[in-house]
């Protein structure tokens, strides 16, 4: 620990203080986060209707049709690249992007008001500390 300081004037809605701490550590890579694979990933969801599954097999068929014309003397990397790169287009033409489900933010305009309506209730008990004051803070 490198810093530790604590806070009493923070509104937290309790007796207790608020304590920041500064920390150095060293975090080591995981291997699941090293492998981890960046690439596009397809909405395979849509390959259980057949109307989907039908034009992704005629993509893949014509696709492949035109490779069937080059050359044997070529080299296996760059007949993989091609081999792999037709069945990406074509996957992304019938299948289209898997999108990643998007949470809503938790803090949100509602918790701004009931927090900004705090502060207000909160500013007029130092100001005034009467008994009704100190019932709406409580609230």
Not at 98 to 116: I, S
Request: hydrophobic content about 30%.
């Amino acid at each position: 620990m490198l810093d530790v300081r604590s806070y009493r004037a923070a509104d937290c809605d309790t007796d207790q203080c608020m304590v920041f701490t500064k920390v150095r550590e060293k975090l080591a890579e995981s291997k699941q986060t090293a492998k981890k694979h960046e690439g596009e990933k397809f909405n395979l969801r849509k390959l259980n209707e057949p109307e989907v599954t039908k034009q992704y097999q005629i993509a893949i068929s014509n696709r492949f049709a035109a490779l069937e014309n080059l050359s044997d003397s070529e080299d296996i990397n760059r007949a993989w690249e091609n081999i792999k790169e037709n069945i990406k287009s074509a996957a992304k033409d019938t299948l289209d992007l898997h999108e990643l489900k998007r949470h809503k933010p938790w803090f949100d305009e509602e918790c701004l008001h009931f927090l900004d309506q705090r502060k207000q209730v909160k500013i007029q008990y130092v100001q005034n500390p009467s008994q009704s004051n100190v019932d709406n803070l409580t609230m």
